[in-house]
């Protein structure tokens, strides 16, 4: 694992019908679901540290302090920007952030932890009993 403070990821996407508040729940009105923004800046956030993983490794969140600012209606590109700002062993933080075509729509602070795949995958597993 070499992970760099300071390292950057992005995710984008358009707002349709499918990632709005009124399909997933999150709401009743057909603009971009608080959800689907918090699923782009978790994305930006994995984007940014996947390089620096070792060969079986990956990253898991952990926990979003956000805020969500601003609605986007249907048709405008959103993207979520995720810089590293801290690594703590294991522990990751990021400073993440999320924007439309007219300016910022949220922001806030996210943690993941750096796991082994297939030793997390069997732990939880394990859980069904099988």
Do not use: C
Not at 21 to 37: E, H, I, K, N, R
């Amino acid at each position: 694992m070499t992970l760099q403070v300071g390292a950057r990821g992005r995710a984008e996407t358009v707002v349709t019908q499918e990632n709005t508040a009124a399909a997933v729940g999150s709401g009743l009105l057909p603009v971009f679901a608080t959800p689907q923004m918090v699923a782009l800046m978790e994305n930006a956030a994995v984007d940014a540290v996947q390089g620096g993983l070792a060969e079986g490794e990956g990253t898991v969140g952990t926990h979003l302090d956000v805020s969500h600012d601003a609605a986007t209606p249907i048709g405008m590109k959103v993207w979520a920007e995720a810089e590293l700002t801290a690594v703590d062993g294991r522990k990751l933080t990021f400073s993440v952030a999320a924007f439309d075509e007219a300016g910022p729509i949220g922001k806030g602070v996210h943690h993941r932890f750096v796991i082994q795949n297939e030793k997390f995958m069997a732990k939880v597993q394990a859980k069904k009993g099988d």
